[in-house]
């Protein structure tokens, strides 16, 4: 059926209705016949209601894409990589002699592995045809020794690398805008983009050169767990391999993302695509341009979401806000006070209720700015002014223990069996040599604790945000909490560098 012309013909009841019974006497056919106009009136309004509300799609996009297309570019790169030589025979799989052509056909006379040149293919457009700036996505010429940025009509020009960004995937090339005449295409508010909008991707799948396919956006804000970042608009248009670092148009020809990923289990389109939206593209792809790599801001706190048994346990009305699980010493949090433990309700002014909404309100933030941080901590409000620091220059930054254990007995409590951090125990788990605190040297399988994915290893450093050195500690300060009406008690847990909070629930036998 036609969306676009569902409305045009009146329902079927109408024209029922439009036939008058033979017997019917004369006002009745009067009054049917007023009631027809009107349904065919009111009708007519609501055809003309949802056409002024909605745009619908063109009768043809040939315009759109005929000015458009010029602007998008394909980009091939090359690059060496070890290969096989190709002298030894392909044997099936489980052939006793596989592994022995697997190690040895890839090595020459010299047994050094062979070598060759590889060439990738990927989309990208011009965006300032003034100084020759060319957008792609970073996993597109990743590792390119050599980039070409090869036009509609075929010609093509080398392209240098001005700056990439991983966690965006975003890359900035220039080429020469005295070798060709090139073409631009501007941005678009990705924000203003509604789910239901049509779009269109230009790319170049399979290497098959400029192909156009249009959709409508299926769902904004996407986390697909690639980046801390992730804030994709999902299209159901087209994309395919090749179409990565093309550009995603709204129907004002404007770039309102750049395609990225796909889902799909057979790596073809599927019509689940991902771009990134032009809200986050801008200021990466402006930074890149002006200092070739990104700087952005860094609060210097480790973070995770509030759930309901840990909301219970700080006395939290709800789960809004982000958990602190961990402050690196002399980071930007540190220096302001703010404390492992300390949920983070606001950045700036600004709601935040979940770690990914933190992490780019601070990541948008100039470095060196000073902002406010409203924080719950022991049943009330706190703010704090931090001066932010900058994420590139700290990314490595991690906090260290500092207390000093006292006693060497085990305990048992909350399912797991818990030992004093000693040498034996930072050899055992291998730990580093600042490892302090209760560390959990077996897990009941069928306890909470294991559920919960609490480990041999794991190292429980507070107890209701309280720092435990000793197994007699921890035991003493659980028999506190139970006298209290808490249903569970948050432990800080530290595994290698990471820190998270878990709410355990406490029982009698605890």
Do not use: C
Request: overall charge negative.
């Amino acid at each position: 059926m036609d969306l676009y012309n569902r409305y045009s013909a009146l329902p079927k009841s109408a024209e029922i209705i439009a036939q008058p019974k033979v017997n019917s006497a004369a006002s009745t056919r009067k009054f049917g016949v007023i009631a027809i106009s009107t349904l065919t009136v009111f009708t007519l309004m609501m055809v003309f209601a949802v056409g002024a509300k909605a745009r619908g799609a063109p009768d043809s996009f040939a315009d759109l894409v005929e000015t458009l297309s010029p602007a998008v570019v394909n980009i091939s790169t090359t690059q060496t990589v070890k290969s096989p030589s190709g002298g030894f025979p392909k044997l099936p799989e489980g052939h006793p002699f596989e592994d022995f052509f697997k190690e040895f056909g890839n090595r020459d006379k010299n047994g050094e592995q062979r070598e060759r040149k590889a060439t990738s293919l990927g989309s990208g457009f011009v965006i300032d045809a003034k100084d020759g700036y060319v957008i792609t996505n970073n996993h597109v010429i990743d590792g390119a020794e050599e980039i070409k940025v090869i036009f509609k009509d075929g010609e093509s020009v080398a392209a240098t690398l001005v700056g990439t960004d991983p966690k965006t995937d975003i890359a900035v090339l220039k080429v020469d805008p005295e070798e060709y005449p090139l073409v631009d295409v501007g941005w678009g508010d990705s924000d203003k983009s509604r789910v239901g909008d049509w779009v269109l991707a230009i790319g170049n799948p399979y290497g098959l050169g400029g192909t156009v396919t249009a959709g409508i956006i299926s769902a904004r804000g996407r986390d697909i767990r690639s980046g801390p970042y992730d804030d994709y608009i999902q299209t159901d248009a087209s994309i395919n391999k090749g179409n990565s670092g093309g550009p995603l148009f709204n129907m004002d020809g404007e770039v309102i993302g750049i395609n990225t990923a796909i889902f799909s289990q057979s790596g073809g389109s599927i019509g689940i695509g991902f771009s990134v939206p032009s809200e986050l593209a801008i200021p990466v792809v402006e930074q890149l341009i002006e200092f070739g790599k990104t700087s952005r801001g860094w609060l210097g706190v480790v973070i995770q979401p509030v759930t309901e048994e840990i909301a219970e346990g700080l006395d939290l009305k709800d789960t809004d806000g982000v958990l602190v699980a961990g402050v690196p010493e002399d980071g930007p949090a540190f220096k302001a006070g703010i404390k492992a433990g300390d949920v983070i309700l606001k950045f700036n002014g600004e709601t935040v209720s979940e770690p990914r909404e933190l992490s780019r309100l601070v990541a948008e933030s100039k470095v060196g700015s000073k902002v406010t941080v409203d924080l719950w901590r022991s049943g009330k409000t706190v703010t704090k002014e931090v001066t932010l620091g900058e994420l590139e220059k700290a990314e490595t930054a991690m906090a260290n223990g500092s207390s000093t254990p006292s006693s060497t007995d085990k305990v048992e409590l909350l399912g797991m069996e818990l030992a004093l951090v000693n040498d034996r125990m930072r050899e055992q788990f291998n730990m580093g040599p600042d490892a302090s605190g209760v560390v959990v040297t077996d897990v009941d399988p069928n306890s909470e604790a294991a559920e919960k994915g609490i480990r041999p290893g794991d190292i429980v450093a507070e107890a209701q945000l309280e720092p435990v050195s000793s197994p007699e500690q921890m035991k003493d300060r659980i028999a506190e909490i139970q006298e209290t009406d808490k249903k569970s008690v948050l432990l800080l847990l530290k595994r290698g560098d990471n820190s998270r909070f878990i709410a355990l629930k406490l029982n009698k036998e605890s």
